[in-house]
Nanobody, 125 residues
Framework: QVELVESGGGLVQAGGSLRLSCAAS????????MGWFRQAPGKEREFVGA????????YYSDSVKGRFTISSANAKNTVYLQMNSLKPEDTAVYYC??????????????????WGQGTQVTVSS
């Protein structure tokens, strides 16, 4: 059984930083892609970024490119989302998810099969 657990969310002022963690357990993740998504109140869940587990490739949405960085700690089975220069519009519940296919940094929710429970990020103006 695969389990993903996010942590690190909280309240931060605009311009601040947070680092989210996604701890994975239950299977080997070395051949999978891991994605981050977010859902703001009243909006659909949207893609934030993705990384292949070895960390050789990353891909980001335009809205976070240059501010957010995804990295992985293979020995800990953990993926991180470093968020800098946060804006109020970054306020959302953030989710990590495991991709169905290796080598596919997909932006589509349907291409991810296991999801964490989410962690709330609130950015005040």
């Amino acid at each position: 059984q695969v389990e993903l657990v996010e942590s690190g969310g909280g309240l931060v002022q605009a311009g601040g930083s947070l680092r989210l963690s996604c701890a994975a357990s239950g299977r080997s993740f070395s051949s999978y892609v891991m994605g981050w998504f977010r859902q703001a109140p009243g909006k659909e869940r949207e893609f934030v970024g993705a990384i292949d587990w070895i960390g050789a490739r990353t891909y980001y949405s335009d809205s976070v490119k240059g501010r957010f960085t995804i990295s992985s700690a293979n020995a800990k089975n953990t993926v991180y989302l470093q968020m800098n220069s946060l804006k109020p519009e970054d306020t959302a519940v953030y989710y990590c998810a495991r991709g169905r296919r290796s080598n596919s940094l997909s932006t589509m929710e349907d291409d991810y099969d296991y999801w964490g429970q989410g962690t709330q990020v609130t950015v005040s103006s």
